[in-house]
């Protein structure tokens, strides 16, 4: 990399209607290992939800970036998060992706930690000759530097110095409670969860979880098989959404702080959603307008890498770079703790149907963005152009939508399905960069914006 000004990657002149973004964002070994650090290892990341804890010494591995992470339920009911790497010479204290152990023994040399993180045995200790100094040290594992939750989903950062979660959030606290308070006892995953890895970059999931622009041009056979279960073939019972009356309706974006964002659509088959049946008592609870935007479709990205979509069945998905080429998908299927067997039955229809590797969408996208990789590797690429769509109906600020929730969105968007805006993009990259120039220049990342 020969300049450490970010704003050669990112092209940011919304004044000149100018939005585009430098393919080494997506090629650039160097810039890659840079985002490690600066990007994954400087601000929240998604961990864990609530109701995979449900019980003291429960525990999860996970990651953020490429540094692997244990969260557990301590005796006490405290969720902790450490580094999954044992003191002694740094080796995975579980290899078990969940499960519940009131001790997690490394297997290398047999150290062994509790559901705190304490350290409670080193094998052989006394016959070890340590020195002095040794036995002064802590052995204990290394805890995340922050842990916070909202609403169930639990959030770690690396670093201390990221404002308190719910800053981090926002005004983009409205969409993650549309999702979050959809059952009266708080939200789960469905059991098993789906894993796979495409062979491109990151930021390309980042994107295309936002993006209506591709669905017509890269989900051809979806929109095939649509065509003939309108005519009442094929498998009725995944009971997905017309996507031709949906091309009818009105629907926006939203830009927030931090690059979070948004992005929805009014619904014309309300009583395909699965939580229909509930509607009425998610009313009572939550109000009108909140039970209302419910049943609307809604995809967002927490940045940097988790999203939550509900456009035809509610889901959280991460996506973690394992290489500047090759990323690995972790996708579950949310659901309201308890919901009715029926609901919870149509609920994994639309989800398995779309949504599975094997779905109609999944396969699509990732070979989609293998294509993309290997454009994005020449030399010669200039800088992207697929920012665009809806710079001229993009306004500061929100909208008369926004007014009547009561959130200050950065920016917005309210228009036709047809604009298919790309401006949703925009807060991601701006926060990259943001991020990225902090790193290089040695600052805080928040300190600024507090």
Known sequence: MQNNDMRLYVDDRPDDGVFRVHPALFASEELFELEQKFVFGRTWNFLAI???????????????GK??????????????????ACRHKGASVTRTEKGNSRYHVCPYHGWAYDATG??????????GCYSENFEKDSHDLVPLAK????????????????????EFLGEFRFFLDLALEQGPNGMEFVPGRALYTYDANWKL???NGLDMYHLTSTHTSFMDVQEKRRAGMGNQDAQQFDWQKRFSQEGGMFQFKHGHSAIWLNQ???SKRPVYPSIGEIRARVGDLRADWMLKMRNTVVFPNMQIA????????????LAVNRTEMRVYCL?????????????????????????????????????????????????LQGYSRGMTSTVPGGNHVSDGFGIKPVASLIGPFDVQAETVFHPGYREWARLMQTGVEGRKPYVEQK
């Open 50 to 64: 609530d109701s995979q804890l449900p019980k003291p010494n429960d525990f999860l591995s996970t990651w953020i």
């Open 67 to 84: 540094t692997p992470v244990l969260v557990t339920r301590d005796a006490k009911n405290k969720v902790n998060a450490f580094l999954n």
């Open 118 to 127: 304490k350290n409670v045995d080193i094998k052989d200790r006394k016959a």
């Open 147 to 166: 842990v916070e939750s909202y609403k169930g989903l639990i959030f770690g950062s690396l670093s201390p110095d990221v404002p308190p979660l719910e």
């Open 205 to 207: 999931q980042m994107d």
């Open 268 to 270: 014309a088959e309300v």
């Open 310 to 321: 509900d456009a035809t069945s509610l889901l959280l998905r991460t996506f973690r770079p």
């Open 335 to 383: 659901a309201p703790i308890g919901e009715p067997l029926a609901q919870r039955a149509h609920r994994l229809r639309q989800f398995e149907d779309f949504f599975n590797p094997a779905g109609f969408a999944t396969p699509d996208d990732t070979v989609t963005y293998e294509d993309c990789q290997r454009g994005l590797g020449s030399p010669a690429f200039p800088l």
